[in-house]
């Protein structure tokens, strides 16, 4: 998605979690105990040897790396970057699932607030020191004592009562109650203890000192050129196959299309589209990874407003053809949207709509009381016009064209919705605030967790608890908190589901909670989800992994790197 949406005020609408765990302390929701066995680790199974050892990989990056605050990626560059220097206790998988990196095992007491790491043995850091339980705590403590207010996932670290490492390979935390999303945040990288103790860590640019534990260590920085980056042989998941990998700078797209034809990169992400100029190369292969940030036409539901009546959300949602609309509106770089979760994460289980039925939303009108008299074309209850404003920032073509599309597709079934384009910092914001004065909005939100401007990945977890329990309604004037629920939804049964998919811990179970919560949403429509935008991922052919070709569906293909090689 377009990464200007909501800049001017993404640093409140994003951080998400602040303040709701005080809420979940005083829940007293049962919940089955969480099993003790410990979580599968993200250890991959021995291969055959020889192994396919030896070779360079060129990644592009977009932009040259200045600094780097490993906790806080800016840029999707900055995310590569981490992510090839750094490992935390837990990483995502590919489907974007918490699993453990540095920790081998992960044990959960049965109230679900104690949680043990075991480390792996023999950990190193690449300076060749060793890497123990003293390391996590001086992180989690560090980052504990940079203001909260500037990401999510230092808000989030608040909920961590206490940590302490009984010996060098283990570590216990405490948590103020059950709260799932905290192994997500628990692949922020952990900082060796011995170079950064007793300093400021907000004040550290840590490509003066790029000492991690990952896969490569970096040992060279050609300003405005490139970042190369060596295996490092002491890596607990095995040392990587490639000897090396380049971070090269190419900001221009159609130069790095070139670099691609030429073999010059054999990795790219690249604006959507730029693969099919592309579909010559034989020595190229092209995928799809979707955004961190989802686009919605947003419904006031407070009473007196129009679309306070469930039945013509729903009503509305029948009659659009959300695979055209999104089309039409992006040109194919929307993926269309059921649900908020990243597509194609784990926790993407509820598919878009059915395309649009007209004569199914007519009759839907009808049954809601909304008729239209002999010779009308706006449907009227009780001499009341059906009338709705929908507003827009006018700075975004697509959303424009989207705006208009779904108000041409309303007066098909004879609702008027009247688009308002408008300028977001002085008319859009103040929507989202009291006095809420909006019958319709077509808005967006990113979902980065490390930097309020940034809709990383590395920490990814799809809680859309802040945006529609019943608890982040602004409770009146002298409510200060960032609340998020600005539609005003509140529905008992949501919430109960929405309370319970963030206090299980196993996949299944989570996963299953979250596909009740969506379904309610789904029904209920507080959003009508609209699309995800999308990047292409261009890599060459020659590239595999040991467990088979490289997914280039999701944003964190590159989680398991140690296995890449060149055939």
Known sequence: MDHHLFANHNRLLLIWLIGLS????????????????????ATLPPTATPLPRGGIVTIRLAADITSLRPWQPRSRDEEHLI?????????????????????????????????????????????????????????????????????????DLRYIVTAVAPDERTVIIELRSRYAPILSLLAMPVLPRHLFVERDLSQINFLDQPIGSGP??????????????????????????????????IPEAALSQRALRDGQLQVAELPWGSQDTLSDVTTLRSGSIPENGVYFLAFNLRPGRP??????????????????????????????VGNGALPGSWADVTPPPPSGDLPAARAMLDAAGWTLPAGA????????????????????????????????????????????????????LARYVAPYDF???????????????????????????????????????????????????????????????????????????IAQAQA??????????????????????????LDGPIDLTTPRYLWNIERWYIR
């Open 22 to 41: 005080l809420w979940l302390t005083a829940c007293t929701t049962p919940l089955p105990p969480t099993p003790t066995a410990p979580m599968p680790t």
């Open 377 to 428: 074309t706006i449907r009227q209850r009780e001499g009341v016009p059906l009338i709705a404003r929908l507003y827009v920032r006018n700075d975004d073509e697509r959303r424009l064209v989207a705006a208009r599309r779904i108000a041409e597709i309303a007066a098909s079934i004879g609702i008027q919705i009247v688009v308002e384009p408008a300028d977001f910092a002085t008319v859009i």
């Open 216 to 249: 490569f260590r970096l040992t060279a920085h050609q300003t405005g050129v490139s970042l190369t980056l060596e295996r490092f042989d002491q890596y607990h998941h095995g040392a990587p196959l490639l000897d090396r990998v380049i971070l090269k700078v």
């Open 439 to 513: 019958d319709l909005l077509l808005g967006s939100w990113i979902n980065g967790a490390g930097d309020p401007l940034f809709a990383d990945t590395m920490f990814y977890d799809p809680d859309d608890f802040a945006l529609f329990h019943s608890s982040q309604l602004e409770q009146g004037p002298g409510d200060t908190r960032a609340t998020r629920n600005f539609v005003g939804f509140n529905d008992a049964i949501y919430d109960e589901q929405a309370l319970i998919a963030r206090q299980l811990y196993t996949l299944d179970e989570r996963r299953s909670a």
């Open 83 to 155: 992510s090839l220097l750094y490992n935390g206790l837990m990483r995502l998988d590919a489907d974007l699932w918490p699993t453990p990196d540095l920790a081998e095992r992960l044990d959960i007491d049965a109230d679900g607030r104690r949680l043990t790491f075991t480390l792996r043995p023999n950990l190193r850091w690449h300076d060749g020191e060793p890497l123990t339980a003293a390391d996590v705590l001086f992180t989690l403590e560090a980052l504990r004592n940079i203001p909260e207010t500037s990401t999510a996932l230092l808000a």
């Open 307 to 336: 679309f306070a009546d469930v039945r013509l959300r729903q009503a509305l949602a029948t009659a659009i053809d959300l695979p055209r609309l999104v089309e039409t509106a992006t040109k194919g770089v929307g993926i269309p």
């Open 520 to 545: 309610r949403l789904a029904e209920t429509l507080p959003y009508l989800y609209l699309w995800v935008d999308r990047t292409a991922v261009i890599v060459d052919t020659r590239l595999h992994t």
